[in-house]
């Protein structure tokens, strides 16, 4: 028996779905064209729209001013700034100053090169991943335009004896407060309770009075360092003093920025021949976890191949500094007063190969960067028992300690935060430190706008216990 063919109906759908199939894959081909405008939306949305909340000049660039008024600076280190201050005096104040070079100041200079990019002019921003708004609405973040290390180090160079107390002859103090009644008087802030603002608090001791007040921000730090003894306060007991609560610090919602390097760059191909082993220069006594630097070094002071110096950041100890950089295999950086310091960015400009010896350690731009790729991480234990650290860096061939320079000479750019501007207002290098700091924050925006929608819906009353953010 003859079969039966197919309803006409089907051959027409079956037809159609062919031409409607051949059509689409046609028109996705790689031959096609992007459409330019949904490139440019792309473009748009990845970037991060910044708010600069309204605050007086005095507690930014004019605490530059008040700086370069001093008749003179007499910390170690200054020797630089004073010749500067000279060459500054009888000059108007309208334009921005330029930051300190005195190393204990300017290794904190990221509120400076941040600033001055949200204030370059829409037609010369280049590619800086930041986008000013006018109104505080459109903005995914409020960025807090407070010099808070400009203002504790000019508190502890005219009087340092009243910095911890809360007295108005401490005008850091005075600062500090005034910034937070301003920014938490604003519609901004009580619309998400602050967790939308960004400070930048690099120097440790910056906003020391008040940290507890804008912990809900996200915060711009060089490690969780200097939170230390706050969140002891909520340890409940707790018997382990290294332990970081973090009630008001974390990974979370807060971003790790580097140190401002203080050691001009060193190109890979201007790179020599090494001779020494390892290198490490700095205060032998510190406090918390700088218990271990001295115990390293009484370790390694005598051993062969290595250069462990007492040292300060004046002009002759950083030529010191990159001599001894520059001439070794290996950068030694244990943790001192703070986990992590200015130490390790001079290492990665010198293409010192870094030795981390730092349990705690939080290191900038991670899940973008991979330190493992140009550093060696060494657990404290292992570091203390004898002879080990230094069989452990022998074993490294040349060929890994060549690979690890080239890919610390493609790091170096990352952590540049000079753009070559007066008052740092210009474009930003697409690749330097203050692009990947915005690109930072704004991967915390999805967990603040649940953090400010969780908040609106809590019935009034009800508490919400302080948790340990761990990731």
Same mark, same amino acid.
């Given at each position: 028996?003859?079969?039966?063919?197919?309803?006409?109906?089907?051959?027409?759908?079956?037809?159609?779905?062919?031409?409607?199939?051949?059509?689409?894959?046609?028109?996705?081909?790689?031959?096609?064209?992007?459409?330019?405008?949904?490139?440019?939306?792309?473009?748009?949305?990845?970037?991060?729209?910044?708010?600069?909340?309204?605050?007086?000049?005095?507690?930014?660039?004019?605490?530059?001013?008040?700086?370069?008024?001093?008749?003179?600076?007499?910390? *170690?280190?200054?020797? $630089? !700034?004073?010749?500067?201050?000279?060459? +500054?005096?009888? /000059?108007? #104040?309208?334009?921005?100053?330029?930051?300190?070079?005195?190393?204990?100041?300017?290794?904190?200079?990221?509120?400076?090169?941040?600033?001055?990019?949200?204030?370059?002019?829409?037609?010369?921003?280049?590619?800086?991943?930041?986008?000013?708004?006018?109104?505080?609405?459109?903005?995914?973040?409020?960025?807090?335009?407070?010099?808070?290390?400009?203002?504790?180090?000019?508190?502890?160079?005219?009087?340092?004896?009243?910095?911890?107390?809360?007295?108005?002859?401490?005008?850091?103090?005075?600062?500090?407060?005034?910034?937070?009644?301003?920014?938490?008087?604003?519609?901004?802030?009580?619309?998400?309770?602050?967790?939308?603002?960004?400070?930048?608090?690099?120097?440790?001791?910056?906003?020391?009075?008040?940290?507890?007040?804008?912990?809900?921000? *996200?915060?711009?730090? $060089? !490690?969780?360092?200097?939170?230390?003894? +706050?969140?002891? /306060?909520? #340890?409940?007991?707790?018997?382990?003093?290294?332990?970081?609560?973090?009630?008001?610090?974390?990974?979370?919602?807060?971003?790790?920025?580097?140190?401002?390097?203080?050691?001009?760059?060193?190109?890979?191909?201007?790179?020599?021949?090494?001779?020494?082993?390892?290198?490490?220069?700095?205060?032998?006594?510190?406090?918390?976890?700088?218990?271990?630097?001295?115990?390293?070094?009484?370790?390694?002071?005598?051993?062969?191949?290595?250069?462990?110096?007492?040292?300060?950041?004046?002009?002759?100890?950083?030529?010191?500094?990159?001599?001894?950089?520059?001439?070794?295999?290996?950068?030694?950086?244990?943790?001192?007063?703070?986990?992590?310091?200015?130490?390790?960015?001079?290492?990665?400009?010198?293409?010192?190969?870094?030795?981390?010896?730092?349990?705690?350690?939080?290191?900038?731009?991670?899940?973008?960067?991979?330190?493992?790729?140009?550093?060696?991480?060494?657990?404290?234990?292992?570091?203390?028992?004898?002879?080990?650290?230094?069989?452990?860096?022998?074993?490294?061939?040349?060929?890994?300690?060549?690979?690890?320079?080239?890919?610390?000479?493609?790091?170096?750019?990352?952590?540049?935060?000079?753009?070559?501007?007066?008052?740092?207002?210009?474009?930003?290098?697409?690749?330097?430190?203050?692009?990947?700091?915005?690109?930072?924050?704004?991967?915390?925006?999805?967990?603040?706008?649940?953090?400010?929608?969780?908040?609106?819906?809590?019935?009034?009353?009800?508490?919400?216990?302080?948790?340990?953010?761990?990731?």
């Amino acid at each position: 028996m003859a079969a039966k063919s197919p309803p006409l109906c089907f051959v027409l759908t079956l037809l159609s779905l062919l031409s409607i199939t051949f059509f689409y894959l046609h028109s996705i081909s790689p031959s096609s064209s992007p459409n330019p405008k949904s490139s440019t939306l792309s473009i748009a949305q990845s970037s991060l729209r910044v708010f600069i909340a309204p605050l007086p000049r005095s507690l930014n660039y004019g605490l530059l001013d008040k700086y370069w008024a001093l008749t003179s600076d007499t910390r *170690i280190g200054s020797e $630089v !700034d004073n010749e500067i201050r000279k060459s +500054l005096t009888g /000059k108007g #104040s309208g334009n921005p100053q330029p930051f300190p070079e005195n190393p204990i100041i300017k290794q904190y200079s990221a509120e400076y090169w941040i600033l001055g990019d949200l204030l370059t002019p829409d037609g010369s921003k280049g590619e800086s991943y930041a986008i000013r708004v006018s109104d505080y609405k459109q903005a995914d973040v409020i960025f807090v335009p407070f010099f808070a290390t400009m203002s504790a180090e000019l508190q502890l160079i005219i009087n340092k004896s009243v910095f911890r107390k809360r007295v108005e002859e401490n005008e850091d103090y005075v600062r500090q407060k005034m910034v937070v009644d301003l920014v938490k008087k604003s519609e901004a802030w009580q619309r998400s309770g602050g967790r939308d603002h960004v400070f930048v608090l690099t120097d440790p001791v910056s906003m020391y009075h008040l940290k507890d007040e804008i912990a809900p921000a *996200i915060l711009l730090l $060089v !490690d969780f360092g200097g939170w230390q003894h +706050l969140d002891a /306060k909520t #340890s409940n007991g707790s018997s382990d003093n290294e332990m970081i609560h973090h009630t008001q610090v974390s990974l979370l919602k807060d971003v790790i920025v580097p140190y401002t390097h203080l050691l001009p760059r060193l190109d890979i191909s201007n790179d020599r021949k090494r001779h020494q082993l390892l290198y490490f220069k700095g205060a032998k006594h510190r406090h918390r976890g700088g218990l271990v630097r001295e115990k390293l070094w009484d370790i390694l002071i005598n051993v062969p191949g290595i250069i462990i110096e007492e040292g300060f950041p004046n002009a002759t100890g950083k030529e010191q500094s990159i001599k001894g950089m520059r001439s070794s295999e290996f950068c030694l950086h244990p943790a001192g007063d703070t986990p992590t310091s200015c130490r390790l960015f001079d290492a990665i400009q010198s293409l010192c190969i870094p030795v981390i010896v730092s349990d705690n350690i939080e290191l900038p731009f991670e899940g973008i960067v991979d330190y493992s790729e140009f550093s060696v991480f060494v657990a404290v234990s292992d570091a203390l028992r004898p002879n080990w650290l230094v069989n452990h860096l022998k074993s490294f061939s040349t060929e890994q300690k060549d690979q690890f320079r080239r890919n610390m000479a493609e790091a170096q750019p990352i952590f540049q935060y000079d753009n070559g501007y007066p008052g740092g207002v210009g474009p930003v290098p697409s690749d330097g430190a203050v692009n990947h700091i915005w690109r930072k924050v704004h991967q915390k925006i999805p967990i603040i706008k649940e953090a400010v929608t969780r908040e609106k819906r809590k019935p009034a009353g009800a508490t919400v216990p302080l948790r340990c953010h761990c990731i």
